[in-house]
Each structure stands twice: as structure tokens, then as C-alpha cells.
């Protein structure tokens, strides 16, 4: 099962920015937290991914709290191409093997 | 980050058959994996295929159902056996790690459509 809760939709404007919520308060202290973002009919696209501190790239930037229990996903200047599902996923350890187990994902829609 | 590629993108295909997705990375990898995506669902994990050995299945799926080769660290096949509509997905190829090196980043090949009728 899936460590990761994220709300089913969520709107933003367009330029301004998105920020996408998560909650993992079962996540271990070895364990990664990882976004991706699905486009329709497209293969999942990493974004970012962190294990304590925050984190940016040239997508995105990820906060993650202290106690680990929750994360935020940053698009700064959302465009109407950031439209897309979002998956925020702790990367779990069973039996030794490093899995990414998906959730339900955060459908965003950016508006005009 | 690897390009991964998948064929074929997609195939309609009578229900009893068998079709063989194949899956291609322009570079060596540590890890391979396969999910399956239902309409409107989200991803779910089939199995790690191993190199040079059986795949790892998750629970709900089965060797005879979805045999799975990886001959080498870039390539990987998944067979979808006796099809059934309810098996009509998206197919998806993962691949995690430089081969040798550290396992962070993973990456999604474009997918395989498949209908079963």
C-alpha cells in the first residue's frame, strides 16, 4: 500500500504558484520521498526527490518538514503545461529491494 | 537521466493470445522494473526483473500470467499471457541507477497500450 496521502485535485492560476501538499507519517528514516507528474497518456515524468533536507532543481523545488511527516511540492511560475496528475511517493524497502509504490496521485489544473 | 523505449507503443489483440512488450535503455542499468496502469487508475507494480535471474513478482501477480526476461543490464522483455480484456492497461518499463552505482533517480519509459477484445 501506498505511505503517501495527497488531495484528489487541486486548481492554480496560471504564473502564479503551484503548491502541491503530502502526507507520509509512516515514513521511515531511510526512506525517500519522491514526486513525479503524469501527463495524459504519457509515461510518469520524475520531477525531484529528497530524504531530510529541501530540495531544488530546475523543475521544481520540495520541502520537506522536520519530522519528515509531510512534504510540499513548488512549481513557482505555473504554466497551462503543468497540467498533469502528481504523485508524491515514499520509496519503500521490502525484503531488501528498493520499490516506488504509488498512491492516487494530485490532479492539477492550471487555469488561464 | 536514461531514455527509455517500448515496443510496441500499442496493439489491440484477441483475447487468449499473447503479446511480448519489449523494453530498451540507451544505457546500462541497475534496476528494471514493470507496472501496469488501468484506465483511469494509478500505477501499480508488477514485478522487478532481475538480470540473469527470476523476476520478483508483487502479490497479485504471477510468473505464468506475466513472464518477465532481462538477458542483459539494457534490455527486458514482459509477455501479457492468455489475455483477457480485463487486462487491457497501459504497460509501463522503469529503470532505476547507473549499473554499478547509486539507485536514486527512476525513470518511465513512454508506455504500451494494450486492448484486449
Known amino acids: 500500500d501506498a505511505k503517501t496521502t495527497q488531495p484528489p485535485s487541486m486548481d492554480c492560476a496560471e504564473g502564479r504558484a503551484a503548491n502541491l501538499p503530502c502526507n507520509h507519517s509512516t515514513i521511515s528514516g531511510n526512506e525517500y520521498v519522491y514526486w513525479y507528474r503524469q501527463i495524459h497518456s504519457q509515461g510518469p515524468q520524475y520531477i525531484i526527490h529528497?530524504?531530510?533536507n529541501n530540495e531544488t532543481n530546475e523543475m521544481a523545488s520540495l520541502i520537506i518538514t522536520e519530522d519528515r511527516k509531510s512534504s510540499t511540492l513548488i512549481l513557482p511560475h505555473a504554466t497551462l503545461r503543468d497540467t498533469a496528475v502528481y504523485y508524491c511517493?515514499?520509496?519503500?524497502?521490502?525484503?531488501?529491494?528498493?520499490?516506488?509504490?504509488f498512491g492516487q496521485g494530485t490532479r492539477l489544473t492550471i487555469n488561464p | 537521466s536514461a531514455v527509455i523505449s517500448q515496443k510496441p507503443s500499442r496493439d489491440i489483440c484477441q483475447r487468449g493470445t499473447s503479446l511480448t512488450i519489449q523494453c530498451q535503455v540507451d544505457s546500462q542499468v541497475t534496476m528494471m522494473f514493470w507496472y501496469r496502469q488501468q484506465p483511469g487508475q494509478s500505477l501499480t507494480l508488477i514485478a522487478t526483473?532481475?538480470?540473469?535471474?527470476?523476476?520478483?513478482?508483487e502479490s497479485g501477480f504471477v510468473i505464468d500470467k506475466f513472464p518477465i526476461s532481462r538477458p542483459n543490464l539494457t534490455f527486458s522483455t514482459l509477455t501479457v499471457s492468455n489475455m483477457s480484456p480485463e487486462d487491457s492497461s497501459i504497460y509501463l518499463c522503469?529503470?532505476?541507477?547507473?549499473?554499478?552505482?547509486?539507485?536514486?533517480?527512476?525513470?518511465f519509459g513512454p508506455g504500451t497500450r494494450l486492448t484486449v477484445l
Open positions: 526483473a532481475n538480470q540473469g535471474s527470476e523476476a520478483t513478482y
Open positions: 529528497g530524504l531530510k
Open positions: 522503469s529503470v532505476g541507477g547507473p549499473a554499478g552505482g547509486p539507485y536514486n533517480e527512476q525513470f
Open positions: 511517493i515514499v520509496r519503500v524497502v521490502i525484503q531488501g529491494a528498493q520499490k516506488l509504490v
